[in-house]
C-alpha cells in the first residue's frame, strides 16, 4: 500500500501553506503554480509548455471539458495534460457555448446532466449553429440506461459516449479517435509502468513536478551564475527554500492524485463492501493513518448498515457505533471534525495511538455515519490540513454511498422502461439533481423507438410519446383522456381482454402480442408490455404500456416459412410442399376411388443456354416456363419445381388416359412457344415422364421414382417428348441399378482391363500409335460392353476413379513395353468431359508419368467435342498445361456433335479424328464422302494429323488414302489386343498391306473425281 507520508517534514507549516492552494485549485494549476510565476487560470491556459511535444510531431488540438463538478473537470485535465493538448474548462452548457463561440475549439468533452443548460441542450444549439455544426462532441456521463442515451446521443449527432467512470485508457481512446490521432498520437515517453496498486494519476502528477523542479533549479542556477560569488550562499538559500516547498508540493499534488482516483473508484463500485475496502485502503494511505474505521447507517440512520476497519478489530467498535456518550459514536452528534492527541476515549483493547482524527459523514440532508483515523504512538499528530482532507474524504464517500443507494433502486426497477423511469422519479426526489434526471428520462422517451402510453388507474390515456403517434397515425392531442379501446381491432373476442385484464389485477404486468389498428384503418400486430404502477400506499396510480411495431418482422418471418417452403427463383413449391399435397391428394383419390398423375418434366438442353447466354437467360427462362405451366394447372392441381431444370404437375382430376394425354400435349405445346433473352428467339422444347396412381404406386416417392424412369425413357429415345411408365421401365432402372452397383465392385475387384488397338500410318503401313480402350469382365454379368457402362459411370460419377485408373494403367503398360524393348508407340487415352469438368486432368496426367516414368510424347489425350462446349475457358486452360508437357491431344469423334471452326483454332490440338460413322458409308454414301474429304482438307489447313476409325474394308482404306488421311485404325489392321497380344503384334512388325492406286471414280461414290488432300 502507497502512504503519502508527511512525517519527515522539517516544518510542517512550510507544508502547509502550499496545501491551501492545492484545495483551491487542480493539480493542473498546481503545477503553474510551483513552475511558473504568474501562472494563470487552468481553465483557460494550456497545460505545462514541457507537456508539449516537438514542433512537426503532431498538430496540438483545442479540447473544451464541460462538466458542473469541479473534480470531473480537474480529474480530465489531468489525464488530457500529458497529451500536450490546448485545455478550456467550462461548468455548464451556456457557459460551453460562450466558450465555443470565442475559441472554436476541435473537440468538447461534456457531461449531459447539469443545471442552466444540459449536455443535450448544449449540443443541440452547437448543431443549429452553422459555423458550430461540425464541432466533433464526447458525452462524458453517468449512464443508467445504455441503449436509451446512445439513442440520445445520436439523435444529436454525437457517436461516441464514455460511462462515468471510465478508464484513462478508455478516455485517451476515444480523444485520440476523434482527433484521427494513433492510440500514441500527442503521448510521451512515460518511463517504465507503474507498480501494481500504484495511483496512476498521482505518478503522473509527482513526475510532472519533478520536471518542474529540475527546470527552477537549472533557471535558479543561471541566474547564480549571472550574480556572482557573493550572491552564492543566499541563492544556496533560496535553492533549499524552493526545495523543501517544492517537496511539500509533491507531497500534496501526490495526496490530491489519490484522493482523485479514490473518488473515481468509489464512483465505479457497485457493491458495499468493497466500495468501503477502496475507501479504508486509501484513507489510510492519504492520511498516513495506522488505524481507519468507518461505520455506515441505513437510510433510517437509526441502525448500523455496515462497519468495517483496518488496523482495529471492528468488533471492538461495534457496541459503540451509536452511543452518542462516547467515542466512536459520540461522532454522530459532531458538527465538526474533531482531533485528539491520544485515543484515550476509545474502547477498551483499541491498539494504542498518538493521534486521533474522527468526523461525521453527512451532507446537508443526511446523515451517513462517522469514520475515524488514528496514528500509532510516536507519529505526528493530525494537523489542520490533515483534517481538512479528512473532510473531504467523508465527503466523498458520502456521495459514493448515496449514489451507491440510487444505483440500487435502480436496478431493482430497470425491467422496462417505463418502470425504470418511474423508479428514477421516485428515487430523485431524494436527490438534488432530480430535475435534470427526470429531463434526460422525457427526452429518451421522446427518442426511443418503442411506442409508449400511459393511462390513468381508470383507463384514460394521460401521454404517449412520439412513437406512438408515428406507429399509429393519432397525435396526443387526438388520444389523451380517451380510453384505448380506439385502437382495437377486432380480432380479438371479449375474453382476451378480460384475460388481460386479470393478468393486470392478479400481477400487475401482461406481455403478449395483440393485433391493434392504426387511424388510417390498417392492421397491423404488436408486441407489447402493460405494466401497472402503485404508488407509496400500494394502489394502482397508472398503467404503461409500451409496445413494437411487428409488422416487418412478421414479414420477415412470413418470408422465411415461405423461402423454406418454395423455390426462390420460380417461387413455386418445393419438393417438401410437393409431397405433403401428393400425399393429400393421394388420400382424397383412395377415398373418392379416382386416379391422379405425376408429371415429372424438365427442359431440354438448358445447360446450353446457359452456357451460351448466360445464366441469367437459363434462370429467366425457368420463371418463364414456371408461369406457363402454372397457367395449365387446374385450381386443385400442384406445381412444384424440384431444381435445376426439373418440374412436376400434379394432376388431380384426370378422368383418363386420353385426358392426360391432352393436359400433357398443351403443356410441351406451350412450353415451344418461342421465348425472347437478351435479344434472341429461344425456342425450347421439353421432356416428359408420366405416373399414374394407383397404378404405378401407392405413395409419393414410388410415384415420383416411377415418372423419373419415364422421362429417362424419353431422353434416350430423343427428348421432345413424353413417356407413361411402364412395368418394363422399371424392370431396365433395376437393372440399371443393379449395373452401378456391379461396377463400383469392379473397381474394388480389379475387373477392369485395357485392350489396345493399333493405329497405322498410310504412308508405310507401320504402326505408329494405339488407342486404349476399357473393358469390363465380371464374373457375375460376363463381358460387359463400354456401351453398356460408360454412361452409366459418367451419370453416377464414378467416371472420375475409373479414367484416372485408366491413364495411369495406359503409362504403366506402355513404359513397360517401352523397357521390355517393343517399339516405342504413342498411346491415346479418351478422356471423359466430366473429367475436364472437375479439372483433374492434369494433375492426373502428371502424376502417371512421374509414377510410370514414360516420356510425355509417348501420351496422347482424346477429348470429344462435348468438353470443349461445357467450359471452354476451364478445356482450354487445361489443354495448355498438357501441351506444355510435352502430351498430345487429339480431338475423337469429329463431325458428330456441335462441332465449331472456331473452337478448331482456338483449342492446342495435334490430330483430328474421323468418326466411323462417316467411314462405315464412305463408299456408298456421297456426303459421308465429302464431310471425309472436306474434314481432311480442313484439318491439313491447320497443320493436323487425320485419323480414320472403323476402317473394315479394302475399298475404305484405298478411299482415305486417295483422298489424303494420314492414319487408319480399324478391323481390318487388327481388333483391340489384350496387353499380351499387343505385345506379341507388336515384336512381329507387322505391316498393313496398302491397296493400288484407286480409279478416278468408285462405284457408288461421288460423281466424277475427289482430289487428294493437300
Known amino acids: 500500500m502507497l502512504r503519502f507520508s508527511n512525517r519527515s517534514e522539517t516544518n510542517p507549516e512550510s507544508a502547509r501553506r502550499p496545501a491551501l492552494l492545492s484545495l483551491q485549485a487542480s493539480p493542473s494549476v498546481l503545477l503553474h503554480a510551483g513552475a511558473m510565476p504568474g501562472a494563470t487560470d487552468a481553465s483557460t491556459s494550456p497545460l505545462s509548455p514541457h507537456t508539449i511535444p516537438a514542433p512537426g510531431a503532431w498538430r496540438m488540438s483545442t479540447i473544451l471539458i464541460v462538466d458542473d463538478r469541479p473534480s470531473n473537470r480537474r480529474y480530465l485535465s489531468a489525464l488530457l495534460g500529458h497529451t500536450g493538448h490546448r485545455l478550456l474548462e467550462a461548468y455548464d452548457g451556456a457557459h460551453a457555448l460562450a466558450q465555443v463561440r470565442t475559441e472554436r475549439p476541435d473537440l468538447i468533452i461534456t457531461d449531459i446532466l447539469m443545471p442552466a443548460m444540459d449536455g443535450y441542450e448544449f449540443v443541440q444549439q452547437l448543431r443549429a449553429d452553422p459555423e458550430l455544426a461540425a464541432t466533433r462532441v464526447i458525452f462524458y456521463s453517468a449512464i443508467y440506461a445504455v441503449s436509451e442515451t446512445t439513442a440520445l446521443a445520436r439523435s444529436c449527432g454525437v457517436t461516441r459516449v464514455l460511462a462515468k467512470p471510465a478508464d484513462p485508457e478508455d478516455i485517451l481512446a476515444a480523444v485520440h479517435g476523434e482527433l484521427g490521432l494513433s492510440g500514441s498520437a500527442g503521448m510521451h515517453d512515460q518511463g517504465p509502468p507503474p507498480d501494481d496498486g500504484a495511483p496512476v494519476l498521482s505518478a503522473d502528477l509527482g513526475s510532472s513536478i519533478d520536471d518542474a523542479l529540475v527546470s527552477a533549479r537549472q533557471a535558479l542556477g543561471a541566474l547564480l551564475q549571472r550574480h556572482g560569488a557573493t550572491d ?28 482523485e482516483e479514490m473518488s473515481l473508484r468509489l464512483t465505479g463500485e457497485r457493491n458495499a463492501d468493497a466500495m468501503i475496502g477502496v475507501f ?72 494504542a495511538v498518538d493521534g486521533f ?54 436496478q431493482r426497477h430497470a425491467a422496462q422502461l417505463q418502470l425504470e423511469a418511474a423508479a428514477r422519479l421516485q428515487a430523485d426526489r431524494a436527490l438534488r439533481d432530480s430535475e435534470q434526471r427526470l429531463r434526460l428520462s422525457a427526452r429518451i422517451l421522446e427518442s426511443t423507438q418503442e411506442s409508449i402510453m400511459m393511462t390513468d388507474a381508470q383507463g384514460a390515456i394521460i401521454a404517449v410519446n412520439p412513437a406512438f403517434e408515428h406507429i399509429t397515425g393519432y397525435s396526443e392531442a387526438e388520444v389523451v383522456g380517451r380510453n384505448p379501446r380506439l385502437l382495437q381491432s377486432g380480432r ?44 407509496a400506499n400500494g394502489a394502482v396510480d397508472a398503467y404503461v404500456s409500451v409496445s413494437s411495431d411487428i409488422s416487418a418482422l412478421k414479414a420477415a418471418h412470413h418470408q422465411v416459412d415461405f423461402l423454406s417452403n418454395h423455390d426462390p427463383l420460380t417461387l413455386l413449391p418445393n419438393r417438401s410442399v410437393l409431397v405433403d399435397r401428393m400425399q393429400q391428394a393421394i388420400a382424397s383419390a383412395r377415398h373418392g376411388d379416382r386416379q391422379i398423375a405425376l408429371l415429372l418434366f424438365n ?25 406457363r405451366a402454372g397457367m395449365l394447372a387446374g385450381p386443385a392441381d400442384s406445381l412444384a419445381h424440384l431444381g435445376s431444370d426439373e418440374f412436376v404437375l400434379l ?46 404406386g401407392a405413395n409419393p416417392s414410388e410415384l415420383l421414382k416411377a415418372a423419373d424412369v419415364a422421362l429417362s425413357h424419353m431422353k434416350d429415345a430423343g427428348r421432345n417428348g413424353f413417356r407413361f411408365f411402364k412395368g418394363e421401365m422399371n424392370a431396365h432402372a433395376l437393372r440399371w441399378m443393379a449395373l452401378e452397383t456391379h461396377l463400383r465392385r469392379a473397381i474394388e475387384r480389379n475387373e477392369l482391363s485395357l485392350h489396345y488397338q493399333p493405329q497405322v500410318a498410310l504412308g508405310s503401313g507401320r504402326m505408329c500409335s494405339m488407342e486404349a480402350l476399357l473393358r469390363w469382365s465380371s464374373p457375375e454379368l460376363g463381358q460387359v460392353g463400354p456401351g453398356d457402362f460408360i454412361a452409366l459411370a459418367e451419370d453416377t460419377g464414378l467416371i472420375l476413379p475409373i479414367g484416372n485408373w485408366v491413364i495411369r494403367q495406359a503409362c504403366m503398360q506402355n513404359k513397360a513395353w517401352q523397357d521390355a524393348g517393343l517399339p516405342p508407340l504413342r498411346v491415346a487415352v479418351n478422356v471423359s468431359a466430366h473429367q475436364f469438368t472437375a479439372g483433374t486432368v492434369p494433375a492426373v496426367v502428371r502424376e502417371a508419368l512421374r509414377e510410370s516414368g514414360l516420356d510425355a510424347r509417348y501420351l496422347e489425350i482424346e477429348l470429344t467435342e462435348s468438353v470443349m462446349m461445357r467450359d471452354s ?18 480431338l475423337d469423334d469429329f463431325g458428330t456433335g456441335y462441332s465449331s471452326l472456331g473452337y478448331l483454332s482456338r483449342f492446342m490440338l ?22 471425309a474429304q472436306a474434314t481432311i482438307a480442313l484439318a491439313h489447313g491447320l497443320s493436323l494429323t487425320v485419323v480414320a476409325e472403323g476402317v473394315e474394308t479394302a475399298e475404305q482404306l484405298a478411299f482415305l488414302q486417295r483422298i489424303g488421311c494420314d492414319e487408319v485404325q480399324g478391323y481390318l489392321f487388327s481388333r483391340p489386343l489384350a496387353a499380351d497380344a499387343m505385345a506379341l503384334l507388336m515384336a512381329s512388325d507387322a505391316r498393313l498391306a496398302l491397296p493400288p492406286p484407286l480409279p478416278a471414280s468408285l462405284p457408288g461414290s461421288l460423281p466424277g473425281s475427289l482430289p487428294a488432300s493437300p
Open 357 to 410: 482524527l474522527g468526523l461525521a459523514i453527512r451532507d446537508r440532508n443526511h446523515l451517513y455515519g462517522w469514520m475515524y483515523c488514528a496514528r500509532a504512538p510516536g507519529a505526528t499528530p493530525f494537523s489542520h490540513e490533515d483534517e481538512r482532507i479528512g473532510v473531504t474524504l467523508g465527503a466523498q464517500l458520502a456521495v459514493a454511498y448515496e449514489n451507491l443507494g440510487l444505483y440500487e433502486v435502480v
Open 603 to 627: 427442359i431440354d438442353r438448358l445447360q446450353r443456354i446457359n452456357d451460351s447466354l448466360g445464366h441469367e437467360a437459363g434462370d429467366a427462362l425457368l420463371r418463364e416456363v414456371a408461369r
Open 280 to 351: 479504508l485502503q486509501a484513507a489510510g494511505a492519504i492520511l498516513d493513518a495506522d488505524c481507519v474505521a468507518v461505520c455506515l447507517l441505513d437510510s433510517g440512520e437509526q441502525r448500523v448498515r455496515h462497519l468495517a476497519a483496518r488496523g482495529v478489530d471492528s468488533a471492538l467498535l461495534a457496541g459503540r457505533a451509536l452511543d452518542t456518550r462516547q467515542l466512536p459514536g459520540t461522532l454522530l452528534q459532531q458538527p465538526l471534525a474533531l482531533r485528539l492527541q491520544d485515543g484515550a476515549a476509545l474502547p477498551e483493547g483499541h491498539p
Open 651 to 696: 394432376l388431380t382430376e384426370c378422368l383418363d388416359s386420353d385426358a392426360i394425354i391432352v393436359a400433357v400435349r398443351r403443356l410441351i405445346d406451350e412450353i415451344a412457344q418461342p421465348f425472347h433473352a437478351d435479344g434472341h428467339e429461344l425456342i425450347v422444347t421439353t421432356s416428359v415422364g408420366i405416373s399414374i396412381y394407383p397404378r404405378d
Open 910 to 931: 495435334d490430330k483430328l479424328k474421323i468418326d466411323q460413322s462417316f467411314v462405315r458409308n464412305i463408299i456408298s454414301d456421297p456426303r459421308s464422302a465429302a464431310i
Open 232 to 259: 552564492a550562499a543566499l541563492g544556496a538559500d533560496l535553492n533549499t527554500l524552493v526545495g523543501e516547498r517544492m517537496s511539500g508540493l509533491r507531497s500534496l499534488a501526490a495526496r490530491l492524485g489519490a484522493m
Open 873 to 890: 475457358e476451364a478445356a482450354e486452360k487445361q489443354l495448355a498445361e498438357l501441351t506444355d508437357m510435352g502430351v498430345s491431344i487429339s
Open 492 to 535: 380479438h373476442d371479449s375474453a382476451f381482454y378480460r384475460a388481460i385484464w386479470a393478468s393486470l389485477t392478479a400481477s400487475g404486468q401482461w406481455r403478449g402480442e395483440i393485433t391493434n389498428r392504426r387511424k388510417n384503418g390498417q392492421v397491423y400486430p404488436e408486441r407489447i408490455s402493460i405494466n401497472a404502477v402503485r404508488g
